[in-house]
């Protein structure tokens, strides 16, 4: 669901010291080639029930997620925070810090963005603006 709620702005130290889980509500598998299925069901609300009467919407459909995705996926437990969660990337993937920082935030936003992960941060955390060395504000 689309959800015009104001997210709190964090720093960019906040981000990496955040705990990335995985959303509960989801039913989720791992195959016999090591991949993750996701299933996602369809909302059950007036609007959806309407678009459903003129066209056809499936129930409920899957993604499987590749090599990389999975161990993404498994390691948002809500224990390992992005900043390690980079480091294992970098090393398992022969990719430098900020290569692997760059794809797995990119990755994470996705996931954040379809309601798949959520983000544990410390509260003291959320009122922090701190800006990075470009001089922006970092989530802006």
Same mark, same amino acid.
């Given at each position: 669901?689309?959800?015009?709620?104001?997210?709190?702005?964090?720093?960019?130290?906040?981000?990496?010291?955040?705990?990335?889980?995985?959303?509960?509500? !989801?039913?989720?598998? $791992?195959?016999?080639?090591?991949?993750?299925?996701?299933? !996602?069901?369809?909302?059950?609300?007036?609007?959806?029930?309407?678009?459903?009467?003129?066209?056809? *919407?499936?129930?409920?459909?899957?993604? *499987?997620?590749?090599?990389i995705g999975t161990q993404v996926w498994e390691m948002?437990?809500?224990?390992?925070? *992005?900043?390690?969660?980079?480091?294992?990337?970098?090393?398992?993937?022969?990719?430098n810090n900020k290569e692997a920082e760059i794809s !797995?935030?990119?990755?994470?936003?996705?996931?954040?963005?379809?309601?798949?992960?959520?983000? *544990?941060?410390?509260?003291?955390?959320?009122?922090?603006?701190? $800006?990075?060395?470009?001089?922006?504000?970092?989530?802006?």
């Amino acid at each position: 669901m689309l959800s015009f709620k104001k997210q709190p702005k964090i720093s960019r130290e906040a981000m990496f010291n955040s705990k990335p889980t995985r959303n509960s509500a !989801l039913d989720w598998e $791992k195959n016999d080639e090591g991949e993750v299925s996701i299933t !996602l069901h369809r909302a059950d609300s007036m609007k959806v029930r309407i678009i459903s009467k003129i066209f056809w *919407v499936p129930d409920k459909r899957t993604m *499987v997620l590749d090599q990389i995705g999975t161990q993404v996926w498994e390691m948002c437990d809500g224990r390992t925070t *992005v900043e390690a969660m980079i480091r294992r990337l970098s090393e398992d993937h022969k990719l430098n810090n900020k290569e692997a920082e760059i794809s !797995l935030l990119a990755y994470l936003k996705q996931l954040g963005q379809k309601n798949l992960v959520g983000f *544990v941060v410390e509260k003291k955390d959320l009122g922090k603006k701190r $800006k990075n060395a470009s001089g922006k504000v970092w989530g802006q």
